[in-house]
């Protein structure tokens, strides 16, 4: 006999199924080379206007790996019918990334192929920055990997990242409260580590905690900047630690003399306003405090990955584009592999808040089942409101990480 828990995880499990496999949900990951016509199309050849590729380095692109713990993992609940929510995020991530036909065996390969398949279609020069993403632990420095979404060891992002060394770089990720965090960064940057990157509400991290303190100094001594998500966390689960994501708690590490990245801008959801009697606030006006307090200007930067995404339209993003004041110190991500899951963006909601032009959504659609990478950025290259779009500097991002 099946239990009642059973059948309905059951029927839960096999809704999400044939939501997943609704063509007009899935990346149709077209394996050929984007036509000539579209690489000749007036919209493409306008993105690429003042932009030098060779400085066009994608700044937060996700490895996906299956294998052993020490390596490349997955969580085992991300894989079960028994977790059917889990379990469908993760066929959206291996289909945007098109490898949900891929067997376990050869997944890896296949996810690394895809990626170089897209770089090729890039202008000579143009790179991506593979991350790299440590277990969740707690404040004792005790790993935990079943409040862990998944692992990708550093010495595997180096590792990837040296199979190509013409397309890639890479960025570690290290938790703060291990024992051997310092040892691990040294190690890292020994390898060629660019920066190292964190995401709070999954990895159980509070950056304000006197604990990340040493890690910080050892950060600004090495000059390697701090990449760390802020805001609202929804694309994983992982070991929750409440206002993790509030962007004034980086203050710590920006006072400590720590290059921070703040990814998405912090534009999703409310954190406590710490100056104000932890009263509920936008995260994103709470990063626009951040960006706008003179004395971090050299130390405070963000990245604009995500930002287009459905969930994260609206005011923020208009602001973002609008202060070109600002730009100088954005750095384009595409948060690979999230611009291949379908439904994760709306070129229609992009056009009804004027954000995009009707007559440019057919041709970005279009590509995107070639070439997801590419979607990503002549999508932010085309957005624009009032007038002004992202400036160039936005896009050249290779500068900023070899300084």
Known sequence: MINRRTFILGSLASTLAACYQTPQL??????????????????????????DATKVWDSHVHLLGLGDANQS???????????????????????????????????????????????????????????AFDYSYNEQGKKIPEQ???????????????????????????????VDAIDALEKAVAQGARAVKWLPPAMGIDPASPRCSAFYQALARLKIPLLTHAGEEKAVFGRHIEDAGNPLRLRNALQQGVTTIVAHCGALGESHDLDKKNKPLDSFKLFKRLMDDAQYQSLLYADISAMPQANRVGSALKTVIQRQDWHSRLLNGSDYPLPGVIP???????VEVNLLAQEKVAFLNEIRHYNVLLFDFLLKRHLSYKGKRFLPETFMTRDFFLL
């Open 26 to 51: 899935k990346n149709q990951c077209f394996n050929k080379k984007i036509p000539t016509a579209l690489l000749k199309n007036p919209f493409y050849t306008q993105a690429w206007q003042d932009i």
């Open 73 to 131: 993992w997955i969580n085992p609940n991300m894989q079960s019918f028994k977790h059917p929510l889990l379990y469908a995020q993760f066929q959206f991530y291996l289909n945007a990334s098109c490898i949900d036909n891929s067997t376990p065996e050869n997944l890896n390969t296949a996810f690394i192929q895809r990626l170089q398949k897209q770089l090729a279609e890039f202008p000579q020069g143009a790179k991506i920055m593979l991350m």
């Open 148 to 178: 862990t979404p998944y692992y990708i060891a550093n010495d595997y992002a180096a590792k990837v990242a040296q199979l190509d060394p013409d397309r890639f770089e890479w960025i570690a990720s290290i938790h703060p409260y291990r």
């Open 344 to 350: 994760l963006f709306s070129l229609d909601k992009l």
